[in-house]
């Protein structure tokens, strides 16, 4: 009896030590963020005065390859090697971000009478196609190295003939340090360069084949 009542009043109290264990525990929060090309372009929407071209755009919402097509945000330490980190992700996924700001950014460029994202209620002169293929913060610990790259693969096609009229491959790095805050600054610098070649691509395209 003496026995069982010690084997009782062992596990009570290892219960009892563990109590910080079983008891309430903070958890670590979750960081979120938003790329930004940061040039205050919601203030500057339907501003134009007149268009250069009297025709329509439709801006298909981006492809994004996997896995970076979630919330997640990526970072890689060497060559074939892919990581998330645990506590730092995407307010939204990667293709809404890109694709708000790749439509407020052809807005703003007054080239169209129109620029659309909505496919069911515009008849479009041109379909612009994108395809997110790496967003990634890419470090070289040993040489104490980090930058942020984007790459964003783009189409566009003359509707009216279904014909690809031009290509153009986006594919660049900027320093950053090794913290996700870093890289999303980065990354929003990058984006804000891809938007500005962006339009002027799409504005030398079009000039070259009028609908």
Known sequence: MKLKQIIILSSILSLVGCGSILGPQTKRATQTYQLNDGRDL??????????????????????????????????????????????????????????????QSLTNACLFKGVSSNSSIVTADYRL?????????????????????????????????????????????????????????SSSDLLSDYDAKLVDWVAKTVAKNPE
């Open 42 to 103: 919601n203030q500057k929407m339907g501003l134009c005065k007149s268009y250069t071209h009297s025709s329509v755009l439709y801006v298909s919402a981006p492809d994004v390859v996997l896995p970076y097509s979630d919330y997640k945000i990526y970072y890689s330490t060497e060559s074939y090697l892919i990581n998330s980190y645990a506590y730092s992700q995407w307010a939204i996924p990667v293709s809404g971000m890109v694709h708000q700001n790749m439509m």
């Open 129 to 185: 196609i994108s395809s997110v293929r790496i967003i990634r913060h890419e470090m070289n610990t040993n040489k104490d190295s980090y930058k942020a790259h984007l790459l964003i693969f783009n189409e566009l096609i003359n509707v009216k003939d279904n014909e690809l009229i031009g290509s153009f491959l986006y594919d660049d790095t900027k320093q950053t340090d090794g913290t996700p805050i870093g890289f999303v600054k």
